[in-house]
């Protein structure tokens, strides 16, 4: 009785921007395997799969607030909050931070790497300031600062506010000091590229979407070592990791077995994870289907 | 850092009631086993995690409409047309009819049996309209009407509303005559006994609350044979599987093998697992932790 509607029967409505940022989290965790990280069939013993459930409907405000026009900063920090509020903490700190731009970069007409590029560089010193209102929050695993940073440690949360001011950072200009280190930053100063990348996979591939988003998480840990890994493990081991995933992409290792080491090592790919949930949104938006 | 918060960074949001219930969805879905539900390591072949993930996130427009005081029956034709937006179809339309006064019941500051027992009786005719309407957005398995109620067979959709209003039939009067056949019907009438039942042992266990969420399922299922078991294979099944329920609660049988089987023969106690969402949804409301 699906096709023809009735007179007084209104058409079922259409996911919002919001909706679909918070589908995409909820998707991203759904995809199995992707190894370390927790996923449909997998849990870290404190970090578990209805954290992420939990966080993922907790952060619809915040991502509605970056639909409707709020400042991205102010956004973020609200979806952080909401996030927050299941007992693992941080379980989409990374994910929030990719998809808070390209939502109001869908709000706003224009979901494109021009579009959420120029979101990015519109933002200002108090989307900075929000930012780091966020980490108030929660405990986010970072680098120490590089010399010179440290009154700008995110471990300082709102105290770093006032140097912010001081030196007119914004939220673009906080991002690009972290590319080094930061794949998320990378997205936010590059045009969101390897999101945009994952998003056109996501709709070139065939099968159930958590399948798919599964199989473009091992294409992206292959292709480029994990900057949370490298944050929590050192260099070495992330680079280990993205042979072994390229292993796992080429059939020569389990991918399930691979998932069952990596849980067991506490090594958690977390940042590819996060560009999965921005890829997710994307095709969420350009038409993907479930 | 999220013990004191510093001046300028509000504190994290409450869930909201509808929040609150649209999380209850998901976490439905997660606890497993649940023999022979979907869940968060079971599919069906056509009906799968994922389309119960998108339904939850198409259902929240609905769920607020009922916390924010519209007409139970439009709230709830409107969280089922939200929900139906994925391929599977009829994902939680059972588990809506028995949260949507549920909410209502929050909403209005009583949830208890005595408060969702009030919303029930307070249904109109309007209301039974909007019940009609929502079965124009999915196929739900039914069964036949009894003799003389073919006029208001629930698979006419909106074309049976006329006769609704000439019978001057509510909500609560539609759900008073499928009680034989109805799981969820029996708690509209009945304060909600077993939803509330469920939230109780909810909260009186400990571990994973998806884990809690398995375990009662067994427990509901054991108790009772399931009505969607019984309209979809017949009360013979239902009372095995309610004994086969029991045998796994007290070691006799391998839940998981059970849900195998379960899933291998098509068989989808869904009633009990919609009342585990209703437990769910009570038990947040009144301090379940995650």
Redesign the interface.
Known sequence: ??DA???????????TVA?DA??AL??EV?GTPKPGNVD??HDHDDL????F??G???A??GLRLAADGEPVGDAF??AV??M????A?NTQFGALLVLTPLVRAAADGDLSPDGARAVAEATTVEDAAGFY?A?????VAVEEPPAGMEPLDV?R???A?PTLRERALTLSDVMDRSTDVDGLAREWVGGFERSFHAADRLLDTEG???DRAARIFLELLADEPDTFVAINHGQATAERVSEQAAEALGGERDPWALADELVAEGVNPGTTADLIAAGLFVALRRGL??
Do not use: K, N
């Open positions: 009785m699906t509607l009735p007179e007084g029967v209104a058409p079922p409505p259409e996911r909706q918070q589908l909820l998707l759904t449909r069939a578990r799969f209805e954290h459930v939990t993922a409907v907790g619809l405000p920090e609200r909050a909401g927050s509020q299941q007992a903490g209102r980490f108030e929050h929660v405990d471990r949360g709102a105290a506010i159930p979407v958590p289907e479930l």
